[in-house]
Every structure is written in structure tokens, then in C-alpha cells.
T-cell receptor, first 113, second 116 residues
């Protein structure tokens, strides 16, 4: 079946602009995660959605970052007023539920100039 | 706090050699899960294995094997008879759920290069 998909695959933006990154999880997966992968920080957890529960936003690095998940499926990660330190690969993962294996998408490479 | 340490940063071997990737974890939780992921040059993280803290039985899958030892807080990964296609970055990860969040805490990754 189809895996996790993310769009765009690459995004170049100017400092100060807002960006939206999209994730389509595997159909039927109730849990959705966003991670960020950068050279300096490795792989970091950002936010977690599970069904209709309130998301766990404990990994978001600043209030410029937000995410939503509509209809329990597609998720959008929004970064407002982008900074150069936001440059990274943003990875989305989904799983069948709590503590099941997480399946990752190909990521969105964000470059802030 | 949870922590995963992959002390090896880069390993280079010749094809057909065996190679072991080390992983040491820290958690105060008694229930936790350990994972290995592979990230080939294409960039996509590929799930390899999940183990829970109550099951210390070692696992073998083809050329891959995993050695989980709670006494040393280690979850090492061995590739037998390595192949060029094994070249990738390998991440060890830990999930020790607090509340309802099963987020993964990753190690820094080990870059494995297998030369023909």
C-alpha cells in the first residue's frame, strides 16, 4: 500500500516568510508525528497527534511553529517568520497507534535564505 | 529523561565483513521500547525492528541480528556478511511513553560505509 507522503520535497524560502509543510499518513494510521533532522541537532521530535486527542506539542522549538491535523488524516506543519536556523529536513511519521512501529515519509528539505 | 548514545559515528568495512553497531540507552521507565532505523542515501527512514523492555530474547532476521541486554542498557545491531547496499546511516531510538506520547528519542546515528 501507499506509504507516508510529504510535500513539497524541497522548499526554499526567504527569511521572515511563512511556510506550510504537508503530510499524508498511511491510511488507517491514527498516530502522526513530526520530527526535524538537522546536522547540528540530529533527529528531534516536534509534535504528536493521536486520534482526536489534544496534540503533544512539547517538542516545538518556538511559538513560530504550529501544526494541525484535519479529519484525523492529513497534517500541516506551519512555520511563521522563518529563520535560518529553521533550515532542516522535516520528517513526518505515522503508526497504527501507541507504541507501534513508526513509518516515515521522505521528508521536506527546508532551506531558509 | 531519555537518552540514546551511539558512540560510533562512522564505520567503514569491506564487503562480506561482519559489523556491529552499538547502542546504549538511558531511561528511568521500566516499560520502554527500542528501535533501529536505516536511512539510506535516498533519505527515507526505514523501520527495521522494535523490541520491548520485557523481551530480552535476541532476534535474527536474515543477515541482521539484534542483541538486547538490559544489564548493560544496550541494544546492539549486527550485520553479517555486509553488502554495499547496507551502506546507510543507522539510528537507534527509544520510546518510553510518558502520558500518551510514544515519541522516539534518537541517537546521533552511525554512518556505515561498505566498500566492494
Amino acid at each position: 500500500g501507499a506509504g507516508v507522503s510529504q510535500s513539497p520535497s524541497n522548499k526554499v524560502t526567504e527569511k521572515g516568510k511563512d511556510v506550510e509543510l504537508r503530510c499524508d499518513p498511511i491510511s488507517g494510521h491514527t498516530a502522526l508525528y513530526w520530527y526535524r533532522q538537522s546536522l547540528g541537532q540530529g533527529l528531534e521530535f516536534l509534535i504528536y497527534f493521536q486520534g482526536n486527542s489534544a496534540p503533544d506539542k512539547s517538542g516545538l522549538p518556538s511559538d513560530r511553529f504550529s501544526a494541525e491535523r484535519t479529519g484525523g488524516s492529513v497534517s500541516t506543519l506551519t512555520i511563521q517568520r522563518t529563520q535560518q536556523e529553521d533550515s532542516a529536513v522535516y520528517l513526518c511519521a505515522s503508526s497504527l497507534g501507541f507504541l507501534r512501529g513508526q513509518y516515515f515519509g521522505p521528508g521536506t528539505r527546508l532551506t531558509v535564505t | 529523561a531519555q537518552k540514546v548514545t551511539q558512540a560510533q559515528t562512522e564505520i567503514s568495512v569491506v564487503e562480506k565483513e561482519d559489523v556491529t553497531l552499538d547502542c546504549v540507552y538511558e531511561t528511568r521507565d521500566t516499560t520502554y521500547y527500542l528501535f533501529w532505523y536505516k536511512q539510506p542515501p535516498s533519505g527515507e527512514l526505514v523501520f527495521l525492528i522494535r523490541r520491548n523492555s520485557f523481551d530480552e530474547q535476541n532476534e535474527i532476521s536474515g543477515r541482521y541480528s539484534w542483541n538486547f541486554q538490559k544489564s548493560t542498557s544496550s541494544f546492539n545491531f549486527t550485520i553479517t556478511a555486509s553488502q554495499v547496499v547496507d551502506s546507510a546511516v543507522y539510528f537507534c531510538a527509544l520510546s518510553a511513553p510518558t502520558g500518551a506520547n510514544s515519541k522516539l528519542t534518537f541517537g546521533k546515528g552511525i554512518t556505515l560505509s561498505v566498500r566492494p
